[in-house]
């Protein structure tokens, strides 16, 4: 898969804005200003690629990212933005509960978090919606380059401990400086949700 032959599909707020496709899904969800763009940035080696609001944190579309026509790519509107009117929380949470419940094409949710805070009950809310879909949770724990490594190492055991994760899940730390986060994340994504591409292109 070349993951530079990236290109932004389309953006939606309900089922049938979706993109017609057979594509495995992978979408990201976190809070506003969690750095998920910046994250998308960083794995497909774009700058300014990701869609973003006017209002920043405030994205309030699910967006379609295909992946090499054999991934894609989904961001999910960020929640618990601190403005936010009641109306408007409510319909974020819609866009996001009709697509986790109505996108067959989904096969992981992975939760961002802020490596540099606790976890809130938005995430932990996140989390128990991940868990009940069964199969293995995958947190990523955004903006890990502005902790020490003994504080990034507090955090990590206080996100595990927050989010009930389990040895069978995965918690990947992220940074947008190092090559190394982006090629993590890449391992993941061959190893669990690509694993049979390389015998599917080599016959």
């Known amino acids: 898969m070349n993951i530079h032959n990236a290109r932004f599909l389309l953006s939606g707020v309900k089922k049938e804005h979706y993109p017609v496709s057979t594509m495995p899904e992978v979408a990201f969800a976190g809070r506003s200003n969690v750095g998920k763009s910046s994250m998308i940035n960083k794995i497909l080696n774009r700058k300014n690629f990701a869609r973003v609001s006017a209002t920043p944190g405030k994205t309030a579309t699910i967006n379609f990212y295909d992946i090499d026509k054999k991934l894609m790519l989904v961001d999910l509107p960020g929640y618990g933005y601190a403005a936010a009117s009641k109306g408007e929380r409510k319909a974020l949470s819609d866009i996001i509960n009709e697509y986790l419940t109505e996108r067959k094409q989904l096969v992981q949710l992975i939760l961002l978090v802020d490596s540099r805070h606790k976890p809130t009950e938005d995430d932990r809310r996140m989390m128990d919606t ?27 055991d206080r996100i595990i401990e927050t989010l009930n994760l389990s040895d069978g899940d995965i918690l990947l730390p992220f940074s947008t400086k190092t090559a190394e986060s982006a090629e993590n994340f890449w391992d993941y994504i061959y190893d669990y949700i690509l694993f049979d591409l390389d015998d599917e292109e080599g016959e």
């Open 130 to 156: 991940i868990k009940s879909a069964g199969g293995m949770a995958v947190v990523i724990a955004t903006k890990t380059d502005k902790l020490s490594k003994r504080e990034l190492e507090e955090n990590l």
